[in-house]
Antibody, heavy 122, light 109 residues
Framework: QLQLQESGPGLVKPSETLSLTCTVSGGSITDTAYYWGWVRQTPGKGLEWIGTIYYSGSTYYNPSLKSRVTISVDTSKIQFSLKLTSVTAADTAVYYC??????????????WGRGTLVTVSS | QSALTQPPSASGSPGQSVTISCTGTSSDVGVYNYVSWYQQHPGKAPKLKIYEVSKRPSGVPDRFSGSKSGNTASLTVSGLQAEDEADYYCSSYAGSGVVFGGGTKLTVL
């Protein structure tokens, strides 16, 4: 059974960089059928797509976040990572990593991690 | 990319059917058959219920169905059960990106 697990600091100071890692188990991050993505959910609000990556390193980013986001993949460690620079309180959210359904870059997310709450505060 | 529009709330009694709408534009819902629906219980991760407008992942009961007409997609939950009470989010492929709806809270009366 595929499992995804987010990890990283739960508290980040304003203007600093948020860094999270997603570890994939029960499946291969190098499986050519799948893309992998990050989605966040602000407290009490809806979902927001952050970006998606392929094992080869190809990336797709939300235009509203593109200038601050970097998603990378480490196939040897079966992990992919998210970096969001110059964070503000508006970036406080639960961050999820997820797998994209096969055969499409950003069609749907079929497996999700449990999510990790990141709070931006001094 | 603008968020898709969903009603903030919907409700129905056990056994009844309820339909939730999701309105987009000719740049997302209207042009791509890649509309998805997610169910989210409090404190849990979203769970995929419908993808590619009307397909159900393995294990999702056929009480959940999806459709699309023009720029509006719909999720219908038939034979409502108490466990269906949750937030529901739609999403659409939008030309290399993804856009989500604001969510609908479904209450089972």
């Amino acid at each position: 059974q595929l499992q995804l697990q987010e990890s990283g600091p739960g508290l980040v100071k304003p203007s600093e960089t948020l860094s999270l890692t997603c570890t994939v188990s029960g499946g291969s991050i190098t499986d050519t059928a799948y893309y992998w993505g990050w989605v966040r959910q602000t407290p009490g609000k809806g979902l927001e797509w952050i970006g998606t990556i392929y094992y080869s390193g190809s990336t797709y980013y939300n235009p509203s976040l593109k200038s601050r986001v970097t998603i990378s993949v480490d196939t040897s460690k079966i992990q992919f990572s998210l970096k969001l620079t110059s964070v503000t309180a508006a970036d406080t959210a639960v961050y999820y990593c997820a797998r994209v359904t096969p055969g499409c870059v950003n069609c749907a997310f079929d497996y999700w991690g449990r999510g990790t709450l990141v709070t931006v505060s001094s | 990319q603008s968020a898709l529009t969903q009603p903030p709330s919907a409700s129905g009694s056990p056994g009844q059917s309820v339909t939730i709408s999701c309105t987009g534009t000719s740049s997302d819902v209207g042009v791509y058959n890649y509309v998805s629906w997610y169910q989210q219980h409090p404190g849990k991760a979203p769970k995929l219920k419908i993808y590619e407008v009307s397909k159900r992942p393995s294990g999702v009961p056929d009480r959940f169905s999806g459709s699309k007409s023009g720029n509006t997609a719909s999720l219908t939950v038939s034979g409502l059960q108490a466990e269906d009470e949750a937030d529901y989010y739609c999403s659409s492929y939008a030309g290399s990106g993804v856009v989500f709806g604001g969510g609908t809270k479904l209450t089972v009366l």
